[in-house]
Each structure stands twice: as structure tokens, then as C-alpha cells.
């Protein structure tokens, strides 16, 4: 297929005049022609405009074509040789669009740029996230090498957290050409006008685009299950029930197994198209079933490869319902034909309110496919005390021969449950007839923002100054973001972080850094010199060496909020327990709770060392060390990653499992230097990379390669396949056999018969046989040893066969005789077919 680089040349005939504009245009649009893809008249309004030179903001409906109006603004710039920048709020979005770009225009032209991944980043197209390009606009400002800027999903501009990243390159890179796209941005009077004024050209709204596939607004009085039963049976299919918490998608589905979906010749197809994929124990069992009746499930908890899934099924026609969160409305690529609110409040993080007119629109889009579908319907169903309501007056009314008055004094209506919002047909009429709302400024201050801006050649007070009262906050608000550059400025002045000079230096600084700055600062970990720090501190010759370094990462990293509170509710269950045991006061235990929290190891020496590394190093007063036990806590209990999620009850959230495993592992390959490593810290981090292999390799084969693109053309089509096989990494796989079986271990220690029974029964070694095979050794020794010792290499012999291994994990007994232990066999094929290590338990004794 022919790249749209390859149609440059015949447009640069004259290395010392720009391209004509008409000609550029007019090579697209052929281009687009040739594969089918004509463009819409708002299309072609927006890239004359762009060719023209003018800003455009681009406000028209989901499914419009606004990818492609991009596409042809990267080639425009191409053309006139500058370079251009595509953002997106989330890696996933700016990944898949730079596959996307590659094919379009040849890997050669197109790099990423994420913070914790970077690909070919001098090429002239970058995909990047927000952050990554506001970094650039605050530490090269006016002088940047930006010629363009396309900023996609722009209503994030208005998001509390992030939307400081939207607005910093409007402020700060005058000099580029700006495409904001979304499809819910409101009244953008003021950004027009703004960004004339910044640039110095003209800026084109283009809103008044048709959507291609019209919507039809329904309010639902009848069930849930009586509405999805209808639309199916009208052909409306695929349907998207979203719902507002993940728990509520999964049981909603699950309660659609007694409905029948699809035809014999459907059901073959999915198993066609599923083939050999690898479902889990645990929640891929239920997807399992769910996708096979051909019922889906989608939300931001799932595996990775467990959403692909279902969006490639839906893609293929062959799911006929997905049961979903919000997370719909960030750009994911499920082709549906309906959509079914079941609510119109959600619980934002904060508090329960209604939807936003913005929230509303931006899930409703993405109902009706253009090319399959006539229309797109939009069904919001009714709370189940109104759909009470209207069935009781319905009654009254057939009861009182149609007298309407009596029918409705004779009805006792029902109430909103207790502590819910109410709502209704008014908040339905009023959401669907509303315009998305203006987008609301979120400018912030941190000391990262204030030391790229004094990093930058030239005054950086008159930048700074121009970055705090040039930007689109009110008076009041800006006030307060100059007194807190203030203190910002005074706390690297006394760290020492900063110099004043006397006299400009040669790049006109009247104030300059005395420390360098990372390119990449405070984009990926921003702890992550801390973490250096506290790691060449620590003792390479103690037993927990390994396991402290990782803790030190591990402190680094966001927290968790889901895993942290499955942590905590399991140790409080314990420490009740053991309470109840001594005979403690409930008033007592109660109050002994509060203490009682998720595993926190080196959690005294981290904070103290913190808060010295904080005195020199001011600017990570934006962000607190956090101690925190998830990789250290999988590890010590020797559990694979089914048997973690089960432990602490996170099916729901085991895509929030694996994406932190898989920022731990880029943390630790990323931040310890190899002089740091040993070989059982080199050992752990191999078992941690293979386990996400295994569990799902998008998230870390995709950024290894990445970050190693020396033929990215031939990775391309590589970068998402299916991992390696699990033996065929022999260092990341003995330390998986070694936890397999220090697991059992661990349970024999604790005396868990039923546990091991549930491991090796197959085996003939149920709770009852491992007692027996135990109670001999309890009646010598009082207990196994599980420390560092006993899990070390010298306790675990391997014997390494073609066919097979064999093993014996030798017992920890306090005499020190290890002469007590497990023998097992390791199945080589069975362990690849599985992605971990399958160990058959051959006996359990004396040698």
C-alpha cells in the first residue's frame, strides 16, 4: 500500500517556496479517495483551513471522521516541513494511533512518546500523551521545535486532575498550528478567539457537521431485561448496557445467560474466532461463558487482552450485548448499534451526581456505526421505583374505568431508595436537549512546571510571569498560582536547587538550574531519583536485599486504591480474628483496627529518608513516597498471579493487578542501575516480567520492544502476538517452579491441609493425604522454617531433563538436618500450554 510520505515528493518541486495548498489538499483527498474514504463536506472544510494555515477546532459528532481530518493534518505538515504532535489522554490511545500512523505513513515518519516509552522520537510525527507534550511547550517554550498540534478527546482540557496539560501548549508554544478535535466541547467562542490572538491567525470552527448515523432518544418504562429482549428481537443489536460500576456490568450479563443470543451457526463462529486463546481461572472462566452465548463484558478492570477480545468479537458482529462501564466514552473501538443507559447518576470518585450533558453525549455517540447502521438508538432506562410507579397507576387506571384522577390518588407511589439521586423523564428531556458545557479551566502549579520554564534559555521570570497571569484562570485564581510559584521559587532558591546571577549568562538566564534535569523529568516516576538514592543505601549482603530494593520501587508508584483496600479488609479479618482469640473487648478491637493497614515494610526508614532526600531536592514535595506490599507481597507468598487475585478477592480489578505488576517492572528495569543488581534481584525481576508475559504480554513485550526499536518495520506486526512460551525464559522459569513449590511450603507450615489438597488432589494428594505425610515431621520438629533461608537456592534441587524436571524442595526444620521435603515433577509442555509452572507432587517425606 502505498504511505501518504511517498505522495510528498512530487509536492516539493521547490526547495525554496512551500508547497501550494491547494495541491496538498488535493493529493489527500485523492489519496483518501483510493481507499474509499470520501470526504464529508465538514472533512473538507476543516482541511482547506488547515492547509490555509488556520487554527481549526473541530467539534462534530463521534463517528464523523475526525481521525481522518488528522490524518491529513500530519500530511500537511509533512509537506511543509514541520514537524507535528498528536496527544491523547491515555498510552493505550496514543499506542494504537501510532500503529495506526506507521501504516499510513511508514514507521520511518511516525515516533511515541508516553514517559515511559519512547520510539524514534526525532521523527517528524509524534504520538504522544498530553503531559509529554506540555513538558516540551514549558521547557523549549515560543522556541520549540512544534510546527503543529493536534490534541484529541480536547474536553479533557476541563478534567480537575490533568487538564493543566491541554491548556499549557495553547499558552506556551505560539508559533504551532492547533487542531482541537472532540465531540462534546461546548461553546468554544473563547478558545477561538484565544488562540488568534496567541498565533496570529485565523481559527475555524467546524461544528455543524451531520452526523452520519442519526440517534433516536428513547426513555424506557419497562425492565431492564423486557428492553434488551425487545431490542434484540428488533435486530438492534450489538447493544451496550453501560453501568456505573464494574460489579453491576458483571452481574447484568451474567443474569442474560438464560436468555438465548445466538443461533448454533453465531456460536460456532465465536469459538472459531476465540480459537486457542488463553482464559484464566477465576473471571476469564466467566468470560469464558459469557462471550461463547455471545454476551460481553467491558470495563477498565479487565485484562487487556481480555477487552481485546471482546472488542474484536464485536467488531466481527458476533456479540450481541456487552455489559459495560463509562470507559466506552474514551475513545474505545467497540462498533455497537444501541446504547442502554441504566442510569443517569454516578459515583465519581467523590460523590454521587447526575451525568454531565457532556458525559451523556460523549457514551450516547458512540451508539450507530457508520456504513452498517441507518440510525443509532439511545435508550435510557427508568429508575425501578419510577418503572413501579407507572405499572401501579397503570393498574389504578384499568381498576377506576379510566378515571385518570382517581387512578393516581389510589396509587401509593414508591420512593428513590435511601441515599440515591433522584431523577427522571425531566432529567432525560433536559440531558438529551442539552449542549455539552463550556469547558472549565484546571490550571496548576508544581515545582516541575517551574523548573522546566527555569531550565529554558532566556528571562525566566518574564516566562513565568507570562505563564501565570497569560493563562485562561480568573484573577482570584491566578493570584494564588503566583503565590505558590513563589514558594516554589523560594524552596529551590534555599535548597540550593536554583542560583540567582547577577548579570545574564551567555543563553540570557537571570537564573539557572545547578542540578540537570532528565529529559523525561517528572514524567514517568517522579520519585524515581529519590529511589536511586535509597537504594544505594541499602546492604547488598543482607538475606532481603532483593526484596527491600523492590520495596523502595515499590513506594514510588501510585498507589493501587483497590488492591491497598482488598489488603487492608484481609489483615483487619485476621487481626479480628486473632483478637476474638485473646479475648479481647470488642471496644478494644475496634479502636486496635485503626492501626491496622496494608503491609508497609521499610516504611519507617523510607519516610525518614524521604523527608532529608526532600530538603535538597524540593520539587518532590509534589509527590509523597507511599510504602506499599504488592509484588513484595506476591513474591514472599510464593502465589502465582490467579492465586493473588483469588487470595484477596480482586477478580473485578485483576486488570489493575497486572498494570501495576507491569509499572513495578518497567520501574525496576528502568531505575536500578546494573551495578545494583544481584542475582537473586536480577532473579525476581525476570519472574516479574515473565508472570505479565504470561498473564498478558501487551503491556510489557509491546514496551520492551519499544524501547529497543532497532527494525521497528519488522516489529510492527510482532508487537502484539502471543508471548513466548513460559520455558523458554529458563531463569524467569525456575524462580516460578521454585514459588510453585514454596507455595506449598508456605501451607504446610501453616498447617493448611485444605489448601495443598486443592493444589495436588489430581495428583492423589488431597488435604488428607498431605496430613498424613506431615504429621510425622510435626511430631519430630514444632515447625517449617519460611524465611530466607529456607526459601533459598540451596533448599531447592532442580534436575534439568529434556522431557521433565524433577525437584525436591528441601524443609527448613530447626535441628538444620533437611533431611524433610517435597519431590515433585515440573510438566514442560504442560507449564507452556498454561503460562506458569505445573508441578506434580510425587511425594512428600524423609530422604
Avoid at 442502554?340 to 467523590?350: H, I, Q, S
Wanted: charged share 25%; proline share 5%; glycine share 6%.
Amino acid at each position: 500500500m502505498t504511505t501518504l510520505t511517498e505522495l510528498l515528493p512530487p509536492l516539493l518541486t521547490d526547495p525554496d517556496n512551500p508547497p501550494d495548498p491547494d495541491a496538498i489538499f488535493s493529493a489527500f483527498a485523492d489519496w483518501a479517495k483510493d481507499r474509499g474514504l470520501a470526504l464529508y463536506p465538514h472533512q473538507e472544510e476543516a482541511l482547506i483551513e488547515v492547509v490555509m494555515g488556520s487554527n481549526v477546532i473541530l467539534s462534530t459528532p463521534t463517528g464523523s471522521g475526525k481521525s481522518l481530518v488528522a490524518t491529513g493534518a500530519h500530511f500537511t505538515a509533512l509537506a511543509n516541513g514541520q514537524r507535528s504532535y498528536y496527544t491523547a489522554p491515555i498510552k493505550a490511545l496514543v499506542s494504537e494511533k501510532f500503529f495506526a500512523l506507521c501504516e499510513i505513513f511508514g514507521p520511518a515518519s511516525v515516533g511515541m512518546m508516553t514517559g515511559d516509552a519512547s520510539v524514534n522520537a526525532k521523527a517528524p510525527i509524534i504520538c504522544c500523551t498530553a503531559e509529554v507534550l506540555a513538558s516540551i511547550a514549558l521547557r523549549d517554550g515560543a522556541d520549540a521545535d512544534v510546527g503543529q498540534v493536534i490534541m484529541d478527546e480536547f474536553h479533557y482540557y476541563a478534567d480537575p486532575d490533568r487538564g493543566w496539560a491541554w491548556q499549557v501548549p495553547l499558552i506556551e508554544l505560539p508559533k504551532a498550528q492547533f487542531v482541537l478535535m472532540s465531540a462534546t466541547l461546548g461553546d468554544v467562542t473563547r478558545f477561538q478567539e484565544d488562540l488568534t490572538r496567541r498565533t496570529g491567525w485565523a481559527t475555524a470552527v467546524v461544528k455543524n457537521a451531520e452526523r452520519p448515523v442519526p440517534l433516536v432518544f428513547s426513555f424506557s418504562l419497562q425492565p431492564l431485561h423486557e428492553t434488551l429482549n425487545e431490542l434484540l428481537t428488533t435486530n438492534q443489536s450489538p447493544v451496550y448496557v453501560v453501568h456505573f460500576t464494574q460489579a453491576a456490568a458483571l452481574e447484568q450479563a451474567q443474569a442474560l445467560m438464560s436468555t438465548n443470543m445466538c443461533s448454533r451457526a453465531e456460536k460456532d463462529a465465536i469459538a472459531e474466532l476465540i480459537g486457542n486463546f488463553r482464559f484464566a481461572s477465576g473471571f476469564g472462566k466467566t468470560l469464558s461463558r459469557l462471550v461463547r452465548h455471545g454476551i460481553g463484558v467491558h470495563h477498565a478492570g479487565m485484562l487487556p487482552k481480555y477487552r481485546r477480545l471482546v472488542e474484536t468479537l464485536a467488531q466481527a458482529g458476533l456479540l450481541k450485548v456487552i455489559c459495560g462501564t463509562d470507559t466506552l466514552g474514551v475513545g474505545i473501538n467497540v462498533p455497537i448499534r444501541t446504547v442502554v443507559f441504566t442510569a443517569l447518576a454516578k459515583y465519581d470518585g467523590k460523590k454521587t451526581r447526575l451525568l454531565q450533558a457532556r458525559e451523556f453525549h460523549q457514551i450516547a455517540g458512540r451508539a450507530g456505526r457508520a456504513g452498517f447502521d441507518t440510525l443509532g438508538q439511545v435508550v435510557v432506562q427508568a429508575p425501578e421505583h419510577v418503572i413501579d410507579n407507572e405499572r401501579s397507576y397503570a393498574k389504578a387506571l384499568a381498576k377506576t374505568g379510566g378515571d385518570e384522577a382517581l387512578a393516581r390518588r389510589r396509587v401509593v407511589k414508591k420512593k428513590p431508595p435511601e441515599g440515591t439521586i433522584s431523577w427522571g423523564k425531566p432529567t432525560f428531556e433536559r440531558l438529551v436537549a442539552a449542549e455539552p458545557e463550556p469547558l472549565t479551566s484546571s490550571f496548576t502549579v508544581t515545582h516541575a512546571m517551574v523548573l522546566n520554564v527555569i531550565d529554558r534559555p532566556g528571562n525566566a521570570y518574564q516566562a513565568l510571569k507570562h505563564l501565570l497571569t497569560d493563562n485562561h484562570e480568573d484573577r482570584a485564581k491566578q493570584r494564588k498560582h503566583i503565590h505558590r510559584a513563589i514558594e516554589i521559587y523560594r524552596a529551590l532558591l534555599a535548597g540550593g536547587v536554583i542560583e540567582r546571577l547577577d548579570e545574564p549568562d551567555d543563553q540570557g538566564r537571570y537564573v539557572r538550574l545547578t542540578v540537570d534535569l532528565q529529559f523525561d523529568f517528572a514524567l514517568n516516576q517522579p520519585l524515581s531519583p529519590f529511589a536511586l538514592a535509597a537504594i544505594s543505601l541499602l546492604d547488598r549482603e543482607t538475606d532481603t536485599y532483593a526484596l527491600d530494593v523492590l520495596s523502595v520501587i515499590e513506594s514510588t508508584l501510585d498507589d493501587p486504591r483497590q488492591i491497598l483496600s482488598a489488603q487492608q479488609f484481609r489483615a483487619r479479618g485476621e487481626a479480628v480474628a486473632a483478637m476474638k482469640a485473646e479475648g479481647v473487648e470488642y471496644e478494644e478491637r475496634i479502636e486496635l483496627l485503626e492501626d491496622v493497614t496494608w503491609p508497609k515494610p521499610l516504611e519507617d526508614v523510607l519516610e525518614a529518608g524521604y523527608e532529608i532526600y526532600r530538603r535538597g531536592h524540593p520539587w518532590v514535595g509534589d509527590y509523597m513516597v507511599s510504602p506499599k506490599s504488592v509484588v513484595r507481597d506476591m513474591y514472599e507468598r510464593a502465589m502465582t498471579f490467579g492465586e493473588y487475585v483469588q487470595f484477596y478477592g480482586l477478580s473485578r480489578s485483576e486488570g489493575i493487578v497486572l498494570r501495576y505488576l507491569a509499572d513495578a517492572y518497567k520501574a525496576l528495569r528502568q531505575t536500578v542501575p546494573d551495578e545494583a543488581k544481584t542475582e537473586e534481584l536480577t532473579d525476581l525481576i525476570e519472574w516479574l516480567g515473565e508472570l505479565i508475559r504470561q498473564v498478558d504480554s501487551s503491556l510489557v513485550d509491546e514496551w520492551e520492544k519499544l524501547t529497543h526499536p532497532d527494525d521497528l518495520s519488522a516489529d510492527l506486526a510482532e508487537l502484539r502476538s502471543q508471548p513466548k512460551t513460559v520455558t523458554s525464559n529458563p531463569r524467569a522459569f525456575r524462580v516460578l517452579v521454585r514459588n510453585a513449590l514454596f507455595r506449598r511450603v508456605t501451607l504446610a507450615a501453616l498447617r493448611h491441609y485444605d489448601e495443598l489438597g486443592e493444589l495436588d488432589a489430581a495428583d492423589g494428594w488431597n488435604a488428607a493425604a498431605w496430613s498424613e505425610a506431615l504429621s510425622a515431621y510435626f511430631d519430630e520438629f514444632s515447625q517449617i522454617g519460611t524465611g530466607p533461608d529456607a526459601r533459598g537456592p540451596s533448599m531447592l534441587i532442580i534436575d534439568e531433563a529434556p522431557g521433565g524436571w524433577t525437584v525436591r524442595q528441601i524443609f527448613d526444620d530447626p535441628a538444620g538436618d533437611h533431611d524433610w521435603g517435597i519431590s515433585a515433577t515440573v510438566d514442560l509442555a504442560a507449564s507452556d500450554a498454561e503460562g506458569t509452572a505445573v508441578v506434580h507432587v510425587t511425594d512428600v517425606g524423609q530422604l
